[in-house]
């Protein structure tokens, strides 16, 4: 004969929590088993957490993959310029060319500046704005 532990009041409504009578698999006892309102009340707020977190990512992923398009070209180059003392050079990556390092530190750097001024002309959509200045 089996004797009911709780009697119905103590089943609370599904707003605050969910209470069952259900057989065990194995043995056919019943147990009585309760979920607690506060993982009814939370489930919204995780599943909300989540889809921030993923719309962050998103947005994390499309600004990684805008600076990654940038580099290497003029908007945002890795290296500008290397000194190489032991071989007299002064190497633009921009214009991809060779310089005389004790002209350069001298300050002719006209040669340099004529170049890129040829290579990107005032008023090209490739250079960057100096508004856009960083």
């Given at each position: 004969?089996?004797?009911?532990?709780?009697?119905?009041?103590?089943?609370?409504?599904?707003?605050?929590?969910?209470?069952?009578?259900?057989?065990?698999?194995?043995?056919?006892?019943?147990?009585?088993?309760?979920?607690?309102?506060?993982?009814?009340?939370?489930?919204?707020?995780?599943?909300?957490?989540?889809?921030?977190?993923?719309?962050?990512?998103?947005?994390?992923?499309?600004?990684?993959?805008?600076?990654?398009?940038?580099?290497?070209?003029?908007?945002?180059?890795?290296?500008?310029?290397?000194?190489?003392?032991?071989?007299?050079?002064?190497?633009?990556?921009?214009?991809k060319m060779n310089f005389e390092l004790t002209s350069f530190l001298d300050g002719d750097i006209e040669t340099i500046v004529?170049?890129?001024?040829?290579?990107?002309?005032?008023?090209?959509?490739?250079?960057?704005?100096?508004?856009?200045?960083?």
């Amino acid at each position: 004969m089996a004797v009911a532990l709780f009697s119905s009041s103590t089943i609370a409504t599904p707003t605050a929590a969910t209470s069952s009578y259900r057989p065990h698999l194995f043995n056919g006892q019943y147990h009585y088993y309760k979920e607690d309102g506060h993982h009814i009340s939370n489930c919204p707020k995780k599943k909300a957490k989540d889809a921030r977190d993923i719309k962050l990512r998103e947005q994390q992923e499309l600004i990684r993959n805008q600076r990654k398009l940038r580099v290497g070209t003029g908007a945002c180059a890795k290296k500008i310029r290397t000194y190489n003392y032991k071989d007299n050079r002064v190497s633009d990556h921009r214009l991809k060319m060779n310089f005389e390092l004790t002209s350069f530190l001298d300050g002719d750097i006209e040669t340099i500046v004529q170049v890129h001024l040829l290579q990107n002309p005032p008023g090209c959509p490739s250079r960057p704005s100096p508004n856009n200045t960083r």
